[in-house]
């Protein structure tokens, strides 16, 4: 038995759960609404103020999507209710974010700024030129911008330059060193 997906998932009061035929999932809460089509042979009950997952066989398949549906369905009930953030930092010289409505700015040392639209669901934010806030309920959504603002200018290993989660950890390398005689 899968030790994550036979966990029940408690909905928080103010998020509305509604499953459709053919598990069709739609979450309403304070941070939006989220709609996800779920494997069809998983078996999902919202019985009360929970939701539980179950597998109808043991094969390898369904073994591998009961704790994946059970993880999708916690990430959505958690992204409607609290959201997800991303943090992003830019080190560099001369390297900086702007906000222009719904598009992004970054001027990374190219012959050119490049621009970015915000995608649907998603809010980012520019508190200071140097540092990008990636907000949204989805969580893949908001990974997946925020790994796109990040492949723009990634972070090089000599000097640390670039765009890099305000949580990564870069390995810096040292550089060359003058030749022996």
Request: proline share 4%; hydrophobic share 35%; net charge positive.
């Amino acid at each position: 038995m899968s030790r994550i997906g036979k966990m029940p998932i408690t909905i928080p009061k103010g998020v509305d759960v509604k499953l459709d035929d053919g598990n069709t999932l739609t979450i309403k809460g304070n941070m939006g609404t989220l709609v996800k089509q779920l494997h069809k042979d998983m078996l999902i009950k919202v019985e009360d103020n929970t939701i539980f997952v179950q597998r109808p066989s043991e094969q390898k398949q369904h073994r591998a999507l009961h704790g994946l549906t059970r993880s999708l369905i916690s990430n959505m009930v958690m992204g409607v209710t609290e959201g997800y953030v991303k943090n992003l930092e830019i080190n560099g010289v001369g390297y900086r974010a702007q906000k222009q409505g719904k598009k992004l700015l970054l001027t990374l040392g190219y012959s050119h700024p490049v621009e970015m639209e915000d995608p649907d669901g998603i809010t980012v934010e520019v508190p200071a030129p140097n540092k990008i806030i990636v907000k949204g309920s989805d969580k893949q959504a908001v990974g997946q911008y925020a790994a796109k603002i990040r492949e723009k200018r990634m972070p090089e290993v000599y000097k640390g330059k670039g765009i890099k989660y305000d949580t990564e950890i870069i390995r810096r390398k040292e550089g060359k060193t003058g030749a022996k005689k």
